[in-house]
């Protein structure tokens, strides 16, 4: 299965842009780039992913490497409440779409500072 | 809407008991998966359901097991419990099987004494 790498931990100072980095060299044609994030002493929450195209929402960006293989997920203007664990996981689309291959990493502490 | 729910949020069991944990998915949701998360091996799909129909099983023994009730809720038991299924037992839910983006409750937290 292909899989991610993440940088441990990263540092932000409130109000400034984060670039939350990640690598899959290994990625196939039909694998889906997910972000989810997960506070603390909360679930997993989603928020957003991509195949190809760079992608916007309400609470991130995502810009995806044109070969692929690497990916960075963008928080325009970090608030405290950004402060979470973030993974980035590969999504096959080959295995009808089930979780059953949705793996998480180790993801990235983001801590934010006032 | 209500988000995921997951009954109890925190367990303490002992070495040999077994263990039954509730989800309520998202009113209209018909998928829903656990997973278990624990620090040295992150989070780990253990298995997933959609109408009432166990789709797919994560490489867990087979003391771990599951189900989903006609009204999309489900359950999953552990028996025989160790020490080594003490863990943060998350609950996820979709509309549908392959969905795109899974909503996870605040999960579950068993510790085996």
């Known amino acids: 299965d292909a899989k991610t790498t993440q940088p441990n931990s990263m540092e932000s100072n409130e109000e400034e842009p984060v670039h939350l980095p990640c690598n899959h060299s290994?990625?196939?044609?039909?694998?889906?780039i997910h972000w989810y994030r997960q506070l603390p002493s909360q679930g997993p929450e989603y928020v957003i992913h991509?195949?190809?195209s760079n992608v916007n929402n309400r609470m991130a960006s995502l810009a995806i490497a044109e070969d692929r293989k690497s990916s960075t997920l963008i928080l325009h203007r970090a608030t405290l409440r950004d402060a979470a664990v973030y993974y980035c996981?590969?999504?096959?689309?080959?295995?009808?779409?089930?979780?059953?291959?949705?793996?998480f990493g180790k993801g990235t502490l983001l801590t934010v500072n006032p | 809407k209500a988000g995921v729910t997951q009954t109890p949020r925190y367990l303490i069991k002992t070495r040999g008991q077994q263990v039954t944990l509730s989800c309520s998915p998202i009113?209209?949701?018909?998928?829903v998966s656990w997973y278990q998360q624990t620090p040295g091996q992150g989070l780990q799909f253990l298995f997933e359901?959609?109408?009432?129909?166990?789709?797919n099983k994560g490489n867990f023994p087979g003391r771990f097991s599951g189900r989903q009730f006609s009204n999309s809720r489900s359950e999953m038991n552990v028996s025989t419990l160790e020490l080594g299924d003490s863990a943060l037992y998350l609950c996820?839910?979709?509309?549908?099987?392959?969905?795109?983006?899974?909503?996870f409750g605040p999960g579950t937290r068993l510790t085996v004494l």
């Open positions: 991509g195949l190809t």
């Open positions: 996820a839910s979709s509309p549908v099987f392959s969905a795109d983006t899974q909503y």
């Open positions: 009113s209209g949701h018909r998928s």
């Open positions: 290994t990625i196939s044609g039909t694998d889906y």
């Open positions: 359901y959609f109408s009432e129909t166990q789709r």
């Open positions: 996981i590969l999504r096959p689309l080959n295995s009808g779409g089930s979780n059953y291959k949705l793996t």
